[in-house]
């Protein structure tokens, strides 16, 4: 789960900086629609918040604001889809985990019973298991929550591009509005 979702997340990043000059371009020199088609062929949320922008452009500025807010929307929804089974697998592989500690240490009390006999050879089977179910558990939660702390972070950037490329394309669209 955690490798397809960065996997996933670093498909969706662009260069935004550089996007958004191509599409501040492209409004200049060819309009809203040329601009709209490049986010069209553009993947990622920042390109479709701003082709929803630039859809309702005519509309006028307060409209893009609106159609970029719902996309953003959307966006992070997206963005953030799966990260509570990452969330999940991080609490629940220690408690699988120390749950078998607890199996191993009764298997342990249980050969001490039938020995009737306390030594290292009868209780070793049992805490050997406790100690590896534990620490596959805790091996477990802190691979994922590695892949949880890459995702959320690249989900941030994400995040911060979108708002930094609404605001350019807003201001772009009030630059335009002002030169009429």
């Given at each position: 789960i955690g490798i397809a979702k960065l996997i996933l997340l670093y498909r969706a990043g662009v260069n935004s900086r550089k996007f958004m000059g191509a599409v501040r371009q492209d409004i200049k020199q060819g309009g809203i629609q040329a601009a709209m088609e490049r986010c069209e062929k553009t993947r990622g949320p920042v390109a479709?918040?701003?082709?929803?922008?630039?859809?309702?452009?005519k509309d006028g500025v307060e409209s893009a604001e609106k159609a970029i807010t719902n996309a953003g929307s959307i966006e992070m929804a997206f963005l953030e889809r799966g990260m509570i089974w990452l969330g999940f697998i991080i609490v629940v592989a220690p408690m699988l985990g120390f749950t078998g500690t607890v199996w191993g240490m009764v298997a342990a009390f249980?050969?001490?019973?039938?020995?009737?006999?306390?030594s290292p050879a009868v209780v070793a089977g049992g805490i050997s298991q406790a100690l590896l179910?534990?620490?596959f558990g805790l091996i477990v939660a802190m691979t994922v929550q590695l892949f949880h702390n890459l995702a959320t972070s690249k989900?941030?950037?994400?995040i911060i591009d979108m708002e930094e490329a609404s605001a350019d394309l807003v201001d772009t669209l009030l630059d335009m509005r002002s030169s009429k």
């Open positions: 479709s918040i701003m082709h929803a922008g630039l859809s309702r452009a249980d050969a001490i019973k039938e020995a009737n006999d306390i179910t534990t620490l989900i941030d950037k994400l």
